[in-house]
């Protein structure tokens, strides 16, 4: 898997069952962004050649892993969701190293890789097809799933182990293999990933691990003939990017991306349960989910005393490293997600909006080696504001004050993006309405737009998805293909829509 330094492991990349440095010979650092002088591996930089490598290998274990029975592929994803849950302590203390989260949340990361492995792992006795009454006389008629090819799984740093497993799992469970690139923040927790994939049984060439930038390592998967489909997860700019560098050859294409997500708090709301939805929804992981609330939306008539409530919450909110149990709220993941912040931070001051609190990069005593930013609240933010309007992926909350439920409404859904909504309300009527109104691919009723369970599909509309979801069943439309069957067992030739069955 590596070698031990002086200062730090160098990991490898994983092909064809072992574990390889790059051709290239070059490699990059992977550094704690609560404390950056604490180095946490250095990783293969991948290249082009890498991925050729990476792409042959699952080409020629596909022709084999797509002839074990669904069944069986399936043991093996089930001693993995062991294995995961055997190692979760050490996979969440990793992953808070590497990328900042608390430790509940990296548990939490690192439970839905185990929920995700077990319940894709019982598809393998389902992946129903229909079976269907032929219009003809002796002739059969069904329909079954099949395998896609080489999957390219191109994942983000927030949820460094649950997203790389929405993806994997489901890939191989139909009978793909893959060829994974993590963001190059998180190579590790995406290096423990896939050595339990390993330590589990999965044969070589059905999962590869290739380390290294976007540009270098991604762009080759896309402009590969070998991958048949790529499930990407990151920004929409990126994703636009993904998706054309893959159209010239008919890739299938599963895209989330970017979100610009609501909580709508109506007069009759229980405020306190929702200013603790708001604080969850809107500073857990630091601000850095997809399904983020970055905008509250909040009834004028109950707009002044939320507002206290929200504020006075989140100045108590404890920053500092993750790894440290009584911290609620870790750092920035990097210089760069940090710049942006206080980016909006300065933006949003220009457009009128008003600082109710935060506003600050922290900088000094335990901070000083982190990229920690201050829970953020903008009030009485206007709709078409930019910080209402653009994902800021950070701790900035834009609290937006509306006369009515209609409008509400409008305001929730008039963002480029479409992925997660909740509303706090006790009436029935307006939960039921807005649940058919809001178009996103989630909604929550009384909890905060963050908290998504295995089982159900996750994706959104709009900018956020091209259509498909992950989880659920619905992951596996991403990743076989329908195929139907007649078998005709008259011995004679039936034309359909010709030839008549005779009653
Ligand atoms: P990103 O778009 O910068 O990178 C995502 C991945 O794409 C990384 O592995 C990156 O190396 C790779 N990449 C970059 N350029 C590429 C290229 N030209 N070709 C191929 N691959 C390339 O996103 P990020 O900063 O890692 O993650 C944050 C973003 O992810 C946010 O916008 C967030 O909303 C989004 N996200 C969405 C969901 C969702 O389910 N909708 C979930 C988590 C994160």
Redesign the pocket.
């Known amino acids: 898997m590596g070698s031990a330094t002086a200062n730090a492991t160098t990991y490898h990349n994983f092909i064809d069952g072992a574990w390889v440095p790059s051709v290239s010979g070059a490699v990059f650092e992977n550094r704690n962004p609560a404390n950056t002088d604490d180095l946490v591996g250095v990783f293969q930089k991948s290249t082009a050649d890498d991925v050729a490598r990476a792409l042959d290998a699952a080409r020629s274990a596909y022709e084999r892993w797509r002839l074990v029975p669904a069944p069986k592929r399936a043991e093996l994803l089930f001693r993995a969701a062991q294995l995961i849950a055997e190692r979760k302590e050490a996979l969440a203390r990793d992953m808070t190293r590497e990328m900042g989260k608390v430790l509940d949340e990296t548990r939490g990361d690192v439970q839905e890789a185990i929920d995700m492995t077990f319940f894709m792992a019982g598809e393998g006795r389902r992946q129903y097809g229909q079976t269907v009454p032929s219009e003809l006389r002796d002739k059969f008629a069904m329909s079954m799933r099949q395998p896609v090819g080489v999957s390219a799984i191109?994942?983000?740093?927030?949820?460094p182990m649950a997203?790389p497993s929405w993806k994997i799992i489901p890939a191989l469970v139909c009978g793909n293999t893959v060829v994974f690139?993590?963001?190059?923040l998180t190579p590790l927790s995406a290096l423990n990933f896939v050595r339990i994939l390993e330590d589990a049984g999965i044969p070589p060439g059905v999962v590869n691990l290739v380390t290294g930038?976007?540009?270098d390592v991604?762009?080759a998967l896309?402009v590969s003939d070998a991958v048949r489909v790529v499930s990407?997860?990151?920004?929409?700019e990126?994703g636009r990017?993904?998706s054309s560098?893959a159209a010239p050859s008919f890739k299938k294409v599963h895209l989330?991306?970017?979100?610009k997500n609501v909580i709508i708090v109506m007069d009759d709301a229980n405020l306190d349960l929702a200013v603790e939805g708001c604080l969850w929804g809107g500073f857990g992981t630091t601000g850095q989910r997809?399904t983020a609330a970055s905008r509250v939306v909040v009834h004028e008539k109950v707009y002044r005393s939320f507002l206290d409530q929200f504020v006075g919450r989140a100045k108590g909110l404890r920053v500092g490293d993750g790894l440290d149990p009584r911290t609620q709220m870790g750092p920035s993941v990097s210089q760069g997600q940090l710049d942006t912040v206080m980016k909006y931070v300065e933006i949003g001051k220009k457009e009128g909006a008003t600082l109710a609190c935060g506003g600050h990069a922290l900088t000094a005593g335990a901070y000083a080696k982190g990229y920690f930013h201050e829970p953020t609240i903008f009030s009485d933010v206007s709709a078409s504001m930019r910080i209402a309007q653009e994902?800021i992926?950070g701790p900035v909350v834009s609290v937006i004050p509306c006369r009515s439920f209609d409008e509400a409404i409008a305001v929730g859904n008039g963002v480029q993006y479409g992925?997660s909504a909740s509303i706090y309300t006790q009436d029935i009527n307006r939960a039921f309405t807005a649940m058919r109104d809001m178009y996103t691919g989630i909604f929550y009723v009384n909890a905060p737009t963050i908290g998504a369970e295995v089982h159900l599909p996750?994706?959104?509309t709009k900018a956020?998805g091209n259509g498909h979801r992950e989880a659920g069943i619905a992951a596996l439309d991403v990743f076989s293909e329908w195929k139907s069957i007649y078998v005709d067992f008259s011995g004679r030739l039936q034309r359909a829509q010709i030839d008549t069955a005779e009653l």
Request: net charge negative; aromatic share 14%.
């Open positions: 191109i994942t983000p740093w927030n949820f997203i690139k993590p963001a190059t930038g976007g540009a991604g762009n896309l990407f997860t990151g920004s929409t990126v990017t993904v560098q989330e991306m970017g979100g997809c994902e992926f992925l996750f994706g959104g956020t």
